[in-house]
């Protein structure tokens, strides 16, 4: 079993900045690509980005150059460094990585963390 964990979600102003990470815990994972995607209320999830194990990265366009992914490979961890928020960002934001354990492929999602932005 594996399991992603998310944390850093929470309400900011308009403008403002926020950290979120997702750490895989679990069964010996090898990650392929972790990355970010988002559900606003009333609207399907949605891409935020991706980045690969060798740090390669795709980001949607809404977000593009206000938000930056990052990876630990060591500590199986993905950031999202989000800045310059606004109220079409609130969303609750999930954790999604894909790999092996030993011969399994696998994706596993996170439970998702809330992103509030308002004043």
């Known amino acids: 079993q594996v399991q992603l964990v998310e944390s850093g979600g929470g309400l900011v102003q308009p403008g403002g900045s926020l950290r979120l990470s997702c750490a895989a815990s679990g069964s010996i994972f090898t990650i392929y690509t972790m990355g970010w995607y988002r559900q606003a209320p009333g609207k399907q999830r949605e891409l935020v980005g991706t980045?690969?194990?060798?740090?390669?990265?795709n980001y949607a366009y809404s977000v593009k150059g206000r938000f930056t992914i990052s990876r630990d490979n060591a500590k199986n961890t993905v950031y999202l460094q989000m800045n310059s928020l606004n109220a079409d960002d609130t969303a609750v934001y999930y954790c999604?990585?894909?790999?092996?354990?030993?011969?399994?492929?696998?994706?596993?999602w996170g439970q998702g963390t809330l992103v509030t932005v308002s004043s």
């Open positions: 980045i690969t194990s060798g740090g390669n990265t």
């Open positions: 999604n990585a894909d790999g092996m354990v030993g011969y399994r492929y696998l994706e596993v």
